[in-house]
């Protein structure tokens, strides 16, 4: 079992940058492909990221491509993503996720644990 806990979200303004850390327990997060995916209000959950178990392959939805990314540490046990160029509409709630997939997945019925999320607000 995984425990998965986010942070570093806040209020930036757009064109800023923010770091969010998901900092997992246990003993196996290196087996686990990690992603993660927003919510924004009355809108449905959107895949934004996923990372390999090693962190040698990643993959971002289109919407931020270029302006994310998407990093681990094994030995620390935690996930990032490093988000600049901030727009308004990246303004949600971000989880992170863990799965025992060994190929990276875009559907969230594919991880098997969640945090609790950690929320970002751009302002215009």
């Known amino acids: 079992q995984v425990q998965l806990v986010e942070s570093g979200g806040g209020l930036v303004q757009a064109g800023g940058s923010l770091r969010l850390s998901c900092a997992a327990s246990g003993r196996t997060f290196s087996s686990y492909a990690m992603g993660w995916f927003r919510q924004a209000p009355g809108k449905e959950g959107e895949f934004v990221a996923a990372i390999t178990r090693s962190g040698g392959n990643t993959y971002y939805a289109d919407s931020v491509k270029g302006r994310f990314t998407i990093s681990r540490d094994n030995a620390k046990n935690t996930v990032y993503l490093q988000m600049s160029s901030l727009k308004p509409e990246d303004t949600a709630v971000y989880y992170c996720?863990?799965?025992?997939?060994?190929?990276?997945?875009?559907?969230?019925?594919?991880?098997?644990?969640w945090g609790q999320g950690t929320q970002v607000t751009v302002s215009s």
């Open positions: 996720a863990a799965t025992i997939h060994t190929i990276l997945v875009r559907t969230s019925g594919e991880y098997d644990y």
